[in-house]
Each structure stands twice: as C-alpha cells, then as structure tokens.
C-alpha cells in the first residue's frame, strides 16, 4: 500500500474504527472492524494542502464536495479530532491567515464578516434570547432558551449588582443579558459592539422594552474607551476576547482598566486554550477571521500585570459542546429557509464549523473559562462563592 499523507495520518488513529474509501475506489478499514462511519475521498487532495494544514485541507475538501462523510457528522469528528495532536499545520507557509493586522478598521471587517451574515440568518438557529456563547445547562433537560437564560443569570449574580450601578457590556451582541441585568437589578447599561447588525436591533429592542432610561447601545471600538471618560461599576465581555488578538490584550486590559472604577468587577467570558497558539487555520480563514484564542494562564498573567485581583475561574467546556449541538440542531431544522439565504458551500461549511467546534471542546482542544476579576482588593464582597452567587 502506497503510503500517502492521509494514509499516514489515519495509521495513527489506534481506537476510532471508520472506514476511509479513496477516489480510485479503494478502500481501507482504520482501526478494528465495524466501521461507525465513512470517509470518501471524491478526489485527491494535493499533498501540499497537507503541508500547510491539515484541518484546512480536510475543511475545504468537505465543503467542495471532494470529501463526504457517511454517518452523523458530530460523531465522526469527535473520533477523529480526538487525534488532533497528530494534525500539523506549518503557520509561516500561510501569511495571508495568520499575520492579519489587528487595526481597528481591519478587526471591524473582521467581526462584520461573521456578525452581519444577518440578523434573519442567527434567528433561525439561535434560541430567541439571541445568545450566540456558551449556555449553562443547569440540568440535562434544560432547552437551549432556558440555558441561555442561566448563563445570563450566572453571569449577572458574579458581578453581584445592586439598583442605580452602571454596566458596560463590551462586544454586547443583540443585548439580551443587558436588557436582564436592567430589568432585574435596575442598573443603567452600555453595549458596545462593531456589528451594524447587532447594533440596529438591539437598538430596535430598547426602545421595544421601554428601557431607554436605563440602557444604551453604540458602535463602538474597545479601545475608544481608553479616552473616552466614561466610568462604570461593572464590566462583562461574552465571546467578544477572541477578536482581539494577542498582540492586542494589554490594550484591552487597559482599556477595562481605564472605565472600571475602583474595587469595580468586570467577568470575562471566553474560549480558552490549554496554550497558547496562532489558532486553526481552517477556522481563521473561513469562520472567524484574525480570531486567536486566548489561554487561560496568559489572560491571569495579565490581569495581574494590570493590578487586577482574580477572584473566580470556572470553566464550562462541556455546556459548550451541548450548546453547539443544539445549534447545529436548530441550523439543520431550518435548512429549506437556510437553503434561500446561502448556497451549499456555505451550508456544509456552516456544518463543519458547528460539528467541528463541538468536536474539539468536547476532547478539550479548547474549553469555556469565566473569569470574575476585581480592581483592587475589594474586601466590601462577601467571603464566600455560595454568598456571593445567590
């Protein structure tokens, strides 16, 4: 058997049992028989594509239709990312994704380009809070509406808000935990966020709500804080840490710091990584461009750098890869309305990312870290987690 970079690849998959059948119709068994899914090869994929990426030469294949996979897609990736440690990916071969500019006006385009598919789009496939990050599911049987709602309350509870303190939400998607926090706690909240599409509705949603008086939403750059005058008793920032860059997080440490008043809380919410890496070429370059994800011992290292004290870490790995099935659920629920807006390249791209996200949190390639921070020492908080989160 002529030894190809697939077949070299897959001999390394000891404990998944698929079947790999090439264009030329041969067909080999990996792992021990029966097989639990197949993957066809329609077409050669050239060696250099190996070279540079794996997971890109994998995704675009499947998205071009040189690549189908017999079986549930979600599973077939979990068994096979869970040798994502065998996928290499040579960075300095490819420039044009990984050394983006991380200019307010290019990370603008970037975040456009994924937000403003359209707001009919998310609302397909997304429950009607419109939440587009990791739920918290409290119990298995929780909807994905009712674990969007406890992530919200988790979140709001750690930032232990009392009536009249102000918010701000950077990166505030369609402002759903904004509207809670003001509904339940009376406080007076500012979203920004670089998405028009974000911007117009949650603008759309304040005015519906009746809470002109207590919220706000503008377009508007993190780092525009830094001078903007602006001061606020609470910060929270959902899924918004990964568009920054890493070149770029002491700038949005600093940028927190120069709003948030003393002993003030901000929460990060965020996909984290075990370290530190240039990120997936596949991801960059089609679902999220110039997005890097952040570990979890970079962003601490920093927050100390920056006098932040850290007063809370939890991770929700797991709740993420149920919240991405249940979105994949919705997406292909919705495919006949779907099928109108975009063609099938992006369809089975759209899948690819949904099954492949849920694929790597749950073999913990990437995790879901919450992150509760206070300026200065803050003694005024209660002494205890049960306490502080009631």
């Known amino acids: 058997m002529q030894k190809t970079p697939i077949k070299e690849l897959v001999s390394k998959f000891k404990d998944t049992h698929f079947t790999l059948r090439f264009w030329d119709g041969e067909e080999i068994e990996v792992g021990t028989p029966p097989s639990q899914f197949k993957i066809i090869l329609n077409e050669p994929i050239h060696t250099m594509e190996f070279i540079k990426s794996y997971t890109l030469a994998f995704g675009e294949a499947y998205m071009n239709k040189a690549l189908d996979i017999e079986g549930d897609l979600y599973e077939s990736l979990d068994a096979i990312l ?7 990916t040579h960075f300095h071969l490819l420039p044009h994704i990984f050394h983006t500019s991380t200019h307010a006006k290019t990370q603008k385009q970037q975040v ?9 789009f998310y609302k397909l496939w997304l429950d009607k809070t419109m939440s587009y990050s990791c739920a918290y599911f409290k119990k298995d049987t929780d909807t994905l509406y009712e674990a969007q709602m406890n992530k919200i309350h988790h979140i709001l509870k750690k930032l232990y808000l ?19 926090a003001a509904k339940c706690y009376k406080v007076k909240g500012l979203g920004i966020t670089l998405s028009t599409e974000q911007h117009a509705a949650f603008k759309s949603r304040i005015q519906a709500e009746g809470l002109t008086d207590l919220l706000d939403v503008k377009l508007m750059d993190y780092r525009d804080l830094i001078d903007s005058g602006l001061k606020f008793d609470r910060i929270v920032s959902v899924g918004m840490l990964e568009h920054v860059g890493r070149k770029e997080y002491p700038t949005f440490f600093k940028a927190v710091d120069a709003v948030l008043k003393e002993e003030g809380l901000c929460l990060l919410h965020y996909i984290s990584g075990l370290t530190e890496s240039p990120g997936d070429a596949w991801i960059k ?3 999220f461009p110039g997005g890097v994800i952040p570990s979890l011992r970079e962003i601490i290292t920093l927050s100390a750098n920056h006098h932040f004290y850290t007063l809370d870490v939890e991770s929700l790995r797991r709740h993420y890869t149920k919240t991405l099935l249940e979105w994949y659920k919705n997406f292909e629920a919705h495919l006949p309305e779907i099928e109108t807006m975009f063609d099938e390249k992006f369809i089975r791209m759209w899948r690819m990312y949904l099954c492949s996200c849920a694929a790597c949190f749950n073999n913990g390639i990437v995790d879901l870290h919450q992150i509760l921070f206070s300026k200065g020492v803050n003694n005024t908080l209660p002494m205890t987690r049960e306490s502080l989160y009631k």
Request: charged fraction near 25%.
């Open 112 to 120: 456009s380009s994924h937000y403003d598919l359209g707001n009919d």
């Open 82 to 88: 869970k040798y994502k440690r065998h996928f290499h």
């Open 162 to 180: 009392e009536e009249g303190q102000t918010l701000l939400d950077i990166g505030c998607g369609w402002g759903n935990l904004l509207i809670e």
């Open 285 to 287: 370059k089609y679902i």
